[in-house]
Structure formats: structure tokens, C-alpha cells
């Protein structure tokens, strides 16, 4: 395993993705058949492409955003804002996009603090942003406390595809992303930043690519997920707790790692909804805290990691 | 009443603005004391104390169940919350700190265990007390107002003044008279020098971690009068607000917080009387500058990676 080259798809690697988007397509467009319940498979995909954004901006050069629902809300409101000012269908989406962006590039020299100051940087501009749009201020374009409707463009079965469509496209990213130069470049960082910053990598550059891709996967989903339930206040999009349960998704699964979280998602979100109709749900903060503490302190790379290694250590 | 109407225009923003900058000033003795015990724990162990909020929010419902239940005074919570604090802060530290700090990023790491202190917090807070907002009543301090230019000021919030500058005055002592404050100060400036010197770093830097707890719960205790309710899912928010005082002085250097929570108390106040749509975006906006353009906090040392 160790003779494969770092960089470029090799027949291994692409097989290997092709096996994972076969599995990832299937799960979504059978599983509805077994268990028909559209919107329970539709949120997985979403927490699903958050969980990718996350994975390639801290699994990929170890800057975790706390404030990142900022990018998912952006998205939602993104989508209601443009059609408030009149932009048709498609164009509110552009705009949404555009608007997620325009925050993401602002931020960019945050790259050059240590990863604290960037986590408690984007914890306040989502805190900013959030009070922006829910200051009756403004209500006559964000409709503030009284909550957005995107009923008028709902299309239920044409989200749920290009949700699908945009998660396989996510993955396929990630592995593009990986195995590419660009790749090899943010692992370089992530061993020693001094040495690769030596050896000429653009550590800053990097990481803002990383960051801009990172932001545009947020504001997709987010967009999605505003389009699909087509109803949503300031605090439904721009949560706190909704970046720590991603957080615990991609964390769980294998920060930096291809199916880590696919595989994150899919365990810690059927506990969560296991747990959230139960008569327990007011413990689920709680037990998502424990679960958070315990990944973090006893295994920080994850699932993917531990079956990797134990693989390994079964090997002669 | 009648007066009230009468100060129109020009003469009714100025005594707005004296009114602002009175309750500003008295607000910013406690907002630096509600941001000293996170910067004293950044100090030491360079880890942001996310769950800092949480640890206000708590003294907060301390000092309501002691009046509600047993009416006793605020003051009695504020004394009492220091030695729970102190122990909460023993225990966290040995829970998390050792393990964090040879993990192979304490900074991000630190940033994810102490969210997920913060989520648990919160819902111990949501089960026990409620998801609604209480308010604590002025009584439980001291009843009564006096009057700024025709504008109510309560009494309770000279006393809040004066117990947080006491608590501000007591740790001044602490971290530059004491043999372990000036320890504590020789972590914060260079940790390997500090070992070199022969410096006990586990028990100081212990000490000083709990303190960091002991301080936040007895600022909590006050909070509810300047805040004007307490909830648990406001914990991010204060922490956040905290950290804002805390970079408008310098971070890691606890006593620059008088300079922060003065300067925050006086704006925040002129604000919202004159902005009040706008002052939470502007608070936050501002400290995604400040944090962009000097990092280490208005008066404190750039901090850079690269």
C-alpha cells in the first residue's frame, strides 16, 4: 500500500470510488423504497455535505470553524433574499451562492492566525450575520422573526436529486482533492507548517482554496435544505448546535479521510434520531456533549482511522 | 413626567448620551470582571474556555435558586459560588487539561472537549431549570433607583459595581503581590522559562484554571442585572461577549480586561440607545476585525502563524 504514489488516481482509487458512489446512490435511491420516509433520507444527505464541507476545511488543514452554519444559513436565506428582490428561481440560487462566497473570501486572512482565533472568529461572524438577519431592521428582505418561505419554488422530488446529485458530486471532489498536488500540498502543512512553508508551499493560499471550496459546500446544502422544507427561521439555519453535530459527524468518521463522513453521518444520525424520538430527546445535548468529549480526548482521527489501523495490524 | 417630555431634540440625545456613558461605565467594572476568568485560563493554558458562558449562566441560576427557595441574598450566592466554582474548575482541569495538552493540537482539540462541556452544561441547565428566561429580582441586592438627567439607574447596580471591582482588586493582589500570582504571570509570559526558574507549572497553573472557574460563576451570580434574564442557551452568546472584552484588551493578560470591559460597556451602551437594532451585528462584526487585524487584542502583542 505504502509503493502507491501519493498523488493521481490510480485503478485502485478509482474503483474504489466508484464502489462508494454505487453504494451512496443506491442508500438514497432505494432506501426510500424500504423505508419510506423522504425527509429522514433528505436531512442525512444534507448533515452529509456538511459533514464533507467540514471534512476538507479541518480534515484537510486542521482549522475547525465553529461559526460554519454561518455558510449553511447564508444558503437558506441566500435563496428567499434573492427572490424577495425580485431574481427568478435559478438566479436566487447564483445569488445565495455569491453571497456565501463574497463572506468566505473576507475571512480569508484569518488563515494566517493560529486555528483558535479562527474558530472563535467565525463563531462571531455567525453570531453577526445571524443578528443581521434577524433584526427587524431588516425584516422587509429577510423576514426576520417571522421566518422565511420558500413555498412559492417548492419542488420536493427535483431537491431531493440534486441534493443526490450534489452529495456524489462531494465525494468525487474529496478524492479529486486528495489525491491531487493541491492535496499533497495541505498534508505537507498539516505535518509541520514551518517545513512546508520552507519548501515553498503557499500555506495561506492553500488553506484560503480549501476554505472558499469549504464555504460554497455549506451554502449548498443550506439552499437544499431551505428548498426542501421551504420554511425556516434565523435560528433553524444559523445554529450553533447544528455545527457541533456536524462537527461530531465528520470528527466520528475520520476527519480527513474519504467515507469517514459518510460512515460518520450515517452512525451518530440514526442515534440522534434514535434518541430524538425517544422519551429521551431532551438528554440528546447532552449525550451529543459526551460523545463530542470522548471522541476528542480517546479517538480524535476517528472511525476510518481505527478499522485502518486495526487492518494494519493484522497484516504479517 | 411631564419634564421627561420636554427635553426634546439635541438636549434629550445629550442626556441619553450622559446616561449611556454613566451605566456604560458602571456595566464595564463588571464586564471585565465577567471576561477575567476567561483570560485567566487562556493565559495559562492557552486553551479558550468555550463552556465560559455556561459557567455564568450556572451562577446565574445559583443566585436564583438561593433567593427563590431560601430568599437569601445575591451576596451570599456570590460567596458561596466561589469554592463550588473553584472544585467544578478542579475537576475539569484534571479531566481535560493533562489529556489535551499532549494531544497533537491542544488548540483545536481544547476548542471541540470544552464545546462539548458547554453542550452538557446547557442541558443540565435546560432539564433543571427551564428553557425560559428568568430574571433575577433587584430585591435579592439591593431595591430602590437613583436618577441620571430624569433616567431610572437601579441601586443594585452600584453594588454590582463595587463587588465586581472588589473581585477586580483581589486579583490584581493575587497575580502581583502573591508568590503564586507572580508564578502564575511567569506561565503566562514564557511557560518553558518558568520551568526552568524551578516554577511548580502543574500546581499554578491548576490554581490559577480553577480560579479562572471560581471567578466566572461569582461574575455569573451578577449577571442576570446586566443581561437583564438568564437562560441556558444564552451560553455562547456571553461567551462570545466575553471574549470580545477580553481582545479589546489584550488576551492572555488578565488585567487588561479593566481596559476591554470599559471600553465594551461605554459602546455597548451607546449602542443600543442609539443603535438598538444594530448593536449585536456590530459587537460581533467588530470583533471579527478586531481579531483580523490585531489578533493578541488591541493592546496586546500580534500573534501570527504565518
Same mark, same amino acid.
Given at each position: 500500500m505504502s509503493r502507491e504514489p501519493p498523488?493521481?488516481?490510480?485503478?485502485?482509487?478509482?474503483?474504489? +470510488?466508484?464502489?462508494? =458512489?454505487?453504494?451512496t446512490a443506491?442508500?438514497? !435511491?432505494l432506501g426510500p423504497l424500504a423505508y419510506p420516509n423522504r425527509p429522514f433520507f433528505l436531512t442525512t444527505m444534507v448533515f452529509m455535505l456538511l459533514a464533507y464541507g467540514i471534512n476538507l476545511i479541518y480534515g484537510m488543514t486542521g482549522y475547525l470553524p465553529f461559526g460554519y452554519s454561518v455558510f449553511y444559513g447564508l444558503g437558506a436565506y441566500g435563496v428567499y433574499i434573492g427572490l424577495r428582490l425580485g431574481m427568478g428561481e435559478a438566479l436566487s440560487f447564483l445569488f445565495a451562492v455569491a453571497v456565501t462566497l463574497g463572506l468566505a473570501v473576507?475571512? =480569508?486572512p484569518l488563515f494566517r492566525l493560529r486555528s483558535h482565533y479562527f474558530a472563535i472568529a467565525t463563531l462571531a461572524a455567525l453570531m453577526g450575520v445571524y443578528y443581521l438577519v434577524d433584526s427587524s431592521l431588516l425584516a422587509?428582505?429577510? @423576514?426576520? %422573526? /417571522?421566518?422565511?418561505?420558500?413555498?412559492?419554488?417548492?419542488?420536493?422530488? +427535483?431537491? *431531493?436529486y440534486i441534493t443526490l446529485v450534489l452529495l456524489l458530486?462531494?465525494?468525487?471532489?474529496?478524492?479529486a482533492i486528495k489525491f491531487s498536488r493541491y492535496g499533497l500540498g495541505l498534508r505537507a502543512i498539516r505535518g509541520s507548517v514551518i517545513t512546508a512553508a520552507l519548501d515553498g508551499v503557499n500555506v495561506p493560499r492553500l488553506r484560503g482554496i480549501?476554505?472558499?471550496?469549504?464555504? !460554497? #459546500?455549506?451554502?449548498?446544502? %443550506?439552499? #437544499? *435544505?431551505?428548498?426542501y422544507v421551504t420554511f425556516f427561521y434565523p435560528d433553524t439555519v444559523f445554529s450553533v448546535s447544528l455545527n457541533v453535530y456536524v462537527i461530531a459527524y465528520a470528527i466520528f468518521g475520520g476527519a480527513g479521510t474519504l467515507t469517514g463522513p459518510l460512515i460518520g453521518t450515517l452512525v451518530l444520525n440514526v442515534i440522534y434520531n434514535f434518541i430524538n424520538v425517544s422519551v429521551y430527546s431532551n438528554y440528546l445535548p447532552m449525550v451529543f456533549g459526551a460523545i463530542l468529549i470522548a471522541l476528542i480526548l480517546l479517538m480524535p482521527n476517528g472511525l476510518v482511522d481505527l478499522l485502518n489501523r486495526r487492518a494494519k495490524a493484522r497484516l504479517p | 413626567m411631564a419634564e421627561k417630555w420636554r427635553c426634546e431634540g439635541l438636549s434629550a440625545a445629550l442626556s441619553l448620551t450622559?446616561?449611556? !456613558?454613566?451605566? %456604560? =461605565? !458602571? /456595566? @464595564?467594572v463588571f464586564y471585565a470582571f465577567m471576561a477575567l476568568g476567561l483570560n485567566i485560563v487562556f493565559g495559562v493554558v492557552r486553551m479558550i474556555n468555550i463552556a465560559h458562558g455556561d459557567l455564568i449562566v450556572l451562577g446565574g441560576y445559583l443566585a436564583l435558586t438561593m433567593f427563590s427557595s431560601a430568599h437569601l441574598s445575591a451576596l451570599a450566592a456570590f460567596v458561596v459560588a466561589f469554592p463550588l466554582f473553584f472544585v467544578l474548575g478542579v475537576g475539569v482541569y484534571y479531566l481535560f487539561v493533562p489529556k489535551l495538552e499532549v494531544s497533537s493540537d491542544p488548540e483545536m482539540f481544547s476548542f471541540i472537549a470544552?464545546?462539548? =462541556?458547554? #453542550?452538557?452544561i446547557e442541558s443540565a441547565a435546560t432539564l433543571a431549570f427551564g428553557y425560559y428566561p428568568t430574571s433575577l429580582p433587584f430585591s435579592a441586592l439591593v431595591s430602590g433607583a437613583f436618577y441620571v438627567l430624569g433616567h431610572g439607574v437601579p441601586k443594585a447596580f452600584l453594588v454590582m459595581t463595587a463587588l465586581s471591582a472588589a473581585m477586580l482588586g483581589v486579583t490584581y493582589y493575587y497575580l502581583q503581590v502573591t508568590r503564586m500570582g507572580r508564578a502564575t504571570r511567569a506561565i503566562m509570559q514564557n511557560k518553558e522559562q518558568a520551568l526552568a526558574l524551578g516554577i511548580n507549572s502543574r500546581l499554578v497553573t491548576l490554581m490559577a484554571f480553577a480560579l479562572g472557574f471560581a471567578l466566572a460563576g461569582m461574575a455569573g451570580v451578577l449577571a442576570p442585572y446586566v443581561i437583564g434574564y438568564i437562560y441556558p442557551a444564552e451560553d455562547t452568546f456571553i461567551t462570545v461577549l466575553a471574549f470580545v472584552i477580553a481582545i479589546i484588551g489584550a488576551l492572555g493578560d488578565p488585567l487588561s480586561s479593566v481596559v476591554g470591559g470599559l471600553v465594551f460597556g461605554v459602546a455597548y451602551q451607546l449602542l443600543q440607545v442609539f443603535l438598538p437594532y444594530l448593536a449585536y451585528p456590530i459587537v460581533f462584526f467588530a470583533l471579527l476585525a478586531i481579531i483580523i487585524a490585531k489578533p493578541g487584542g488591541i493592546l496586546g502583542k500580534p500573534e501570527r502563524e504565518v
Open positions: 498523488v493521481g488516481l490510480s485503478r485502485r482509487r478509482i474503483v474504489q +470510488l466508484a464502489v462508494l =458512489l454505487a453504494v443506491a442508500i438514497f !435511491l473576507v475571512l =480569508l422587509h428582505w429577510t @423576514g426576520a %422573526g /417571522e421566518g422565511a418561505s420558500l413555498a412559492p419554488i417548492y419542488k420536493p422530488a +427535483l431537491t *431531493y458530486a462531494f465525494v468525487a471532489a474529496t478524492a480549501a476554505w472558499v471550496l469549504s464555504a !460554497l #459546500m455549506a451554502a449548498l446544502a %443550506g439552499a #437544499m *435544505y431551505g428548498w | 450622559v446616561y449611556a !456613558l454613566v451605566v %456604560g =461605565l !458602571l /456595566e @464595564g470544552f464545546f462539548g =462541556l458547554s #453542550m452538557i
